[in-house]
């Protein structure tokens, strides 16, 4: 366990950096604890990588979170990498052990799945059939996750269904690929439904996306926090959906981290989730 009486210092490694919320969430937290350290940006092109990573160590850095575009990139300068973080095929996290060497995880998945259970307790993964639109990284954590906590149907839904299918073929078992003209119907008895595009992004158009086959006590989840409540949100609500943004996974993908880099596991409260909703305003 990290020692919480000596100066901490991790961050966020990627390029570019500056537009990250997670120094808000990591140094407030910090504060509460009352923990000596910092949470700073690393912003590291990706020519200089290997040389940053190299230099975690040396410079007493207990990890950092890893970002775009080195997710991929760095699992070869790791010396683990948890089972879960390669099904991903993606880092998020990175903490230096207190014999330098370096471990990799990918907390993005747990995250989103925290989140849901945060708004529905009772739900669980094996509640009934999941759908999920989307196959880039982020589908690919929630399904990761999804799959080792016991999903037993993931309906993938993808615009270009060659990509549903290689993680199809990838994960195997529970996930069934299905094409995007068959989005709507695919809804039909599902439990949960993820957007995880970026589709209802600012600056995005919406998700086309019919609700009328999904079931009317389905959590409808969205991995967007900006804005706080996407089209596909805002018409799910209007339909009384219990939904989800993405702003969850955000903070729940944050407590792990936390606790390997400065040994305690941090609550999420509302002063947290007012301080990060600021900045939405901010930025609008």
């Known amino acids: 366990m990290a020692d919480q009486n000596t100066f901490g210092i991790a961050g966020l ?44 160590s040396v410079l007493g850095l207990r990890g950092c979170n890893v970002t775009t575009p080195h997710k991929q990139a760095i699992f070869p300068l790791l010396d683990r990498v948890d089972d879960l973080a390669r099904k991903i095929g993606a880092i998020n996290t990175v903490v230096v052990e207190q014999d330098g060497t370096l471990s990799g995880f990918n907390n993005d998945g747990n995250g989103f799945v925290q989140s849901v259970r945060d708004a529905m307790p009772a739900w669980r993964p094996d509640s009934g059939p999941i759908a999920i639109v989307g196959a880039g990284g982020a589908a690919r954590a929630i399904v990761a996750s999804l799959q080792a906590q016991g999903a037993g149907e993931i309906r993938l839904i993808n615009r270009t269904r060659a990509r549903a299918d290689e993680l199809q073929a990838w994960f195997g078992a529970p996930v069934v690929a299905v094409s995007w ?27 086309e996306l019919a609700l009328d086959a999904l079931p ?20 799910a609500r209007a ?30 409260t509302p002063e947290l989730k007012q301080a990060i909703a600021a900045t939405f305003q901010e930025a609008g």
């Open 13 to 56: 490694l990627g390029w570019p950096v500056a537009h990250s919320r997670s120094p808000l969430i990591h140094n407030h937290w910090l504060a509460r604890y009352a923990i000596p350290g910092r949470y700073v940006l690393f912003g590291v092109p990706p020519q200089n990588l290997e040389a940053a990573v190299r230099g975690m």
């Open 239 to 268: 339909r009384g959906h219990v939904t989800v943004n993405g702003l969850g996974m955000l903070l729940n993908q944050a407590r792990p981290a936390f606790n390997a880099w400065f040994g305690v596991m941090p609550d999420i």
């Open 216 to 235: 009317s006590n389905a959590i409808v989840g969205d991995v967007i926090y900006v804005p706080p409540e996407t089209p596909l949100l805002a018409a």
């Open 181 to 207: 003209d068959e989005r709507n119907a695919a809804l039909d008895g599902v439990a949960l439904v993820v957007n995880a595009t970026n589709q209802g992004m600012a600056g995005k158009p919406p998700l």
